[in-house]
């Protein structure tokens, strides 16, 4: 492989704010928001929408998106005129 070509790859934390879990892992994204974890160290935070924690799939639980505001600005957009 090339050197100097890829991406950092370091440690961050990944916050789903809608269930308020967070987790570490490795990935090349990177953020100016920064949280102290468990261990004392400050690493970025990337903030997320859904994760395993509160993706239907793994909770069993139904999760209701509002989808009229996308249809209704389809309408407008190609409605024949």
């Known amino acids: 492989m090339k050197k ?3 991406p950092e ?6 916050h789903d704010q809608s269930s308020d ?16 974890w468990e261990d004392g160290n400050e690493y970025p935070l990337i903030k ?8 239907p799939f793994y ?7 509002d989808t009229a505001g996308r249809v209704e600005k389809f309408n407008r957009k190609y409605k024949k005129k």
């Open 48 to 55: 997320i929408e859904v994760s395993s924690a509160s993706h």
């Open 9 to 14: 790859y370091k440690e961050v934390i990944f």
């Open 59 to 65: 909770t069993g639980k139904k999760l209701f998106v």
């Open 21 to 36: 879990f967070k987790f570490m892992t490795r990935s090349t994204m990177t953020s100016k928001d920064t949280i102290k």
């Open 4 to 6: 100097e070509i890829h």
